[in-house]
């Protein structure tokens, strides 16, 4: 199969820096390729030079004829007096455009509360973003090129994306992908090309398999060097002791990777955090006792008595607006409650990591910056680290330990902020998106930090790999004022969306709003109708699923029953569904 966009020979760089060094590669109908590296490394230049907006400094880019290609920017253009209408469907009518099933159920899923007669100009910058992901998604391309598209999405809508896209790469569109969501990329991706050091290495699967490869690669290479070193104490003996040397070549085994990780114990030890976090906390540090708050038209803690000891690691999840930000700030008393009270225990020493960033001062440079904080700091797993050594890991070398902070990328001040929390020995972290703008190396890095630091942990992520990795139970608000225990953990918090959003349409057309005009009545009957489609559209290719299922299952009684079980399940959702359609047309 022909290629759509071939690169052969690239070479570009800025300054005195190669970012790219003789690089080809390519990209045919139906592969989605995730692309990882360290920020900085390349990635973007690369997406940059594949779509045509860079011409490379030697090489060359080869594009198919009459390919269309989709372009997901960081930062987006726009006209003036442009709505959201003019960006997504050129200005169509809703009969026109949504008469397109799968057109109407992104719209639903990614713009649900978003009118379409807003100009983009009144948009925030992550409605404005996911309004410029929607419009690529809508047109017929050939290639799409996604750069963090997950950004600004909750995990609900990314998990519509990641099967939106699988549909549409069945169908042959191609995707190029740049994203830090590791969940998202092992959902969606064929492939990974890592970016690094001027060249790009390929690895086939998706996120898990590049994993898998690349530890089997530092795995050989290790050997390598030590088979070296091992040589080279032979020769040595040889040398003192005029015997000749004898060497022995063992065979490889792909086998290694497996038993490497079978090998690697947990990623921390709970019994012993909880118990060291009881050492440094006590046994109290939040009891929200009866806490209520609201906002104009919603509230969004009702009467929330929850308590969180010392060693619990909790992450949060929740539709945009349903409060995530609003129970940070609570707990870090940066807002008080309309009711109830908020008891914190005695000892606490917590650390709160924002959305924002204006906390750092532009003009202060890097290094200074840290070791004003503390120069030499006792990490909380005992281990004696230096500012110097610390930066260091979390990328900041060379130029950059001097660079003033306002000069800084997004990413790279999203780490200086969290590396100055860590230097001030907190023993409560709240963590509100702290996955933003860092590229995947260094989320690692922060992941390594957090499995061995004994503390009460609270994190606020869409990034569903990050949350599951650090933290231990998943809690939802779910937008009602109640904040729900979820022993599933977001494959629960999802089914719950789903059941509820097919409850909620299935009343819709019982309880039609007195007030609407016949017009406006017409268009919600029609928004009824296309969420209806879409969620029978979901139940059929479940019901679709269990059935292959089955037959696969068919000497497997035991298993057999459990998804007989679950199609009885699917069917009665599918008739339940088809009786509220039926209703809403008529």
């Known amino acids: 199969m022909a290629n759509l966009v071939n690169l052969e020979s690239v070479t570009h760089g800025f300054g005195t820096r190669t970012l790219l060094d003789n690089v080809s590669c390519g990209i045919s ?70 008469a397109d099933p799968a057109r109407r159920a992104v719209v639903e899923a990614l713009l649900t509360d978003i009118d379409l007669e807003r100009p983009l100009t009144e948009l925030s910058g992550g409605e404005r973003r996911r309004v410029e992901l929607v419009a690529v998604l ?15 999405l909750d995990v609900e809508a990314i998990a519509f994306l990641a099967e939106y896209l699988r549909d549409r790469t069945q169908a042959g569109l191609a995707m190029l992908v740049v994203s830090h969501d590791r969940w998202f990329l092992d959902a969606v991706c064929t492939r990974i090309w890592e970016v690094h050091d001027g060249v790009v290495d390929a690895y086939d699967g998706g996120y898990a398999a590049y994993v898998l490869a690349r530890v089997e690669r530092q795995r050989v290479a290790a050997a390598n060097e030590a088979r070296r070193k091992n040589l080279a104490r032979k020769e040595l003996a040889w040398l003192r002791r005029g015997a000749p040397a004898r060497t022995s070549k063992p065979k490889f085994r792909i086998e290694a990777a497996n038993v490497l990780i079978a090998d690697e114990p947990p990623p921390r030890d709970k019994l012993a955090l909880e118990q060291f976090a009881v050492t440094r906390l006590g046994k109290d540090v939040f009891d929200l006792i009866n806490v209520n708050y ?177 933290t231990d139970v998943t809690y939802a608000l779910l937008g009602d004022g109640s904040c729900v225990l979820l022993p599933g953990g977001v494959d629960e918090y999802l089914d719950r969306r789903r059941r509820a959003q097919a409850a909620e349409v299935a009343s819709v057309p019982s309880s039609p709003a007195p007030t609407k005009s016949d017009a406006a009545a017409e268009r919600q009957r029609k928004k009824d109708l296309a969420r209806i489609e879409s969620q029978l559209g979901k139940a059929e290719a479940e019901i679709e699923k269990l059935h292959a299922a089955m037959s696969a299952s068919a000497s497997d009684y035991e298993k057999l029953a459990q998804l007989t079980e679950d199609l009885q399940a699917a069917e009665v959702r599918r008739d339940e569904l088809e009786e509220a359609w039926l209703e809403a047309a008529d």
């Open 138 to 152: 809508l047109e017929p391309h050939d290639l799409v090129v996604l750069d963090e598209p997950t950004n600004h």
């Open 294 to 470: 609201a906002v104009p038209e919603r509230v969004l803690l009702d009467k929330l008595t929850w308590s969180i000891g010392p060693g619990d690691r909790i992450g949060l999840v929740g539709v945009n607006g349903a409060g995530k930000t609003t129970l940070l700030d609570l707990l870090a008393d940066e807002r008080e409650p309309d009711g109830g009270k908020i008891k914190r225990g005695k000892t606490l020493r917590l650390a709160y990591l924002s959305q924002a960033v204006a906390e750092l001062d532009d003009e202060d440079r890097v290094l200074p910056s840290v070791k004003r904080l503390r120069e030499e700091t006792k990490l909380a797993t005992g281990r004696d680290a230096s500012a110097s050594s610390l930066l260091e890991e979390f990328g900041f070398t060379g130029d950059k330990l001097v660079a003033r902070i306002g000069d800084l990328s997004g990413g790279e001040r999203r780490r200086l902020q969290f590396l100055r929390l860590l230097l001030t020995e907190p023993n409560v972290l709240l963590l509100d998106e702290p996955t933003n703008d860092l590229d995947i190396d260094t989320l690692t890095v922060i992941e390594d930090y957090l499995d061995t630091w004994p503390g009460t942990l609270i994190v606020v992520s869409h990034d569903r790999y990050f949350l599951e990795r650090v």
């Open 29 to 98: 109908a139906r592969e989605v390729i995730g692309v990882v590296g360290r920020n900085g490394d390349g990635k973007t230049t690369l997406l940059r030079i594949m779509t045509g907006e860079l011409e490379p400094d030697a090489g060359r880019a080869i594009r198919a004829t009459n390919a269309s290609i989709g372009v997901l920017r960081q930062v987006s253009e726009h006209r003036e007096g442009e709505t959201v209408r003019d960006r997504i469907v050129a200005g169509q009518p809703d009969h026109v455009w949504a």
